[in-house]
């Protein structure tokens, strides 16, 4: 019973340590060895050993028929409880027609992660600004260049994220409050959080590396063309005598108007 509950705590453990690689890209291993980190994998890891005892303790085969052998029953017994664990604690129970929010066991897993997070942003936060990574670099000039690379070096990049970094590029090119410097910082923090401190650091080398178009020279202005004087510039038309339109009342000889009939106009 001690290898099947080894086997379900490496089951949940790692089902939970999958999720902490998902959540922060940019630093796995830290997250992974934070104190928060490691109360999410035990917490994922217990409750599979526990999903693995109640199994076994009610006898569940699963359908299974009686000559199954018993290595493959164990099997099938680990696996369930190890998936089966993970499924429970991220239930949530919530009013079908309301707005509030979800109690379950997924609230003790959010409240971890919301320790891990809090400890991990004040982590990364201190490692960012150490030291400066981009500089030589202009906001101005080179975010557009720098959002590119860095996001080329992802093999997936989500959409969201995309429509993000436009949102904030437009944001902070708006912003007259901050210099070039500032918006550059603000920038990086973000493109940092996506691919990794060392892959930011790289990619403003290569930048800093590449050497600077020259500006192209404006282009000669054409001469003007001659003017035109002005009684050259345009003919005047023959003057068209007006045209008199005949009313459709036409004075009569006993000096009435007469209504003339409208085939007549």
């Known amino acids: 019973m001690t290898v099947e509950m080894f086997l379900a705590a490496v089951v949940g453990g790692s089902i939970g340590l999958a999720e902490l690689v998902a959540r922060y890209r940019d630093k796995p291993v830290a997250a992974l ?7 999410y994998v035990f917490v994922n890891a ?15 085969t699963f359908g299974l028929p009686p000559a199954t052998p018993t290595s493959s029953l164990l ?8 998936i089966g664990a993970a499924a429970v604690l991220r239930m949530s129970f919530a009013p079908a027609h309301g707005r509030a929010m979800g109690t379950g066991p997924i609230v003790l897993l959010n409240g971890v992660l919301r320790i891990a997070d809090s400890e991990l942003e004040r982590k990364r936060a201190l490692s960012r600004l150490s030291h400066n990574d981009l500089a030589g670099l202009s906001f101005e000039r080179d975010h557009a260049a720098l959002a590119e690379l860095c996001c080329h070096l992802m093999r997936e990049f989500d959409l969201a994220e995309a429509q993000r970094l436009g949102g904030l590029a437009a944001e902070l090119s708006d912003r007259d409050d901050l210099t070039d410097a500032d918006k550059l910082d603000c ?10 401190e060392r892959a930011l650091r790289q990619a403003a080398r290569r930048l800093r590396d590449r050497p600077r178009a020259e500006p ?7 001469p003007a063309a001659p003017a035109v004087e002005p009684e050259y510039a345009m003919e005047t038309a023959p003057v068209r005598p007006p045209i008199a339109k005949a009313s459709r009342l036409a004075a009569s000889t006993n000096g009435r108007s007469e209504r003339k009939p409208f085939g007549d106009v």
Do not use: F, N, Y
């Open 216 to 222: 192209t020279p404006p282009a000669p202005e054409e």
């Open 187 to 196: 920038w990086g923090l973000e493109l940092t959080r996506l691919v990794g």
């Open 75 to 82: 099997v099938i017994r680990v696996i369930v409880a190890g």
């Open 46 to 60: 217990c409750a599979s050993v526990v999903a693995l005892i109640a199994v076994t303790a009610s006898g569940w």
């Open 33 to 39: 060895l934070s104190p928060a980190g490691l109360l």
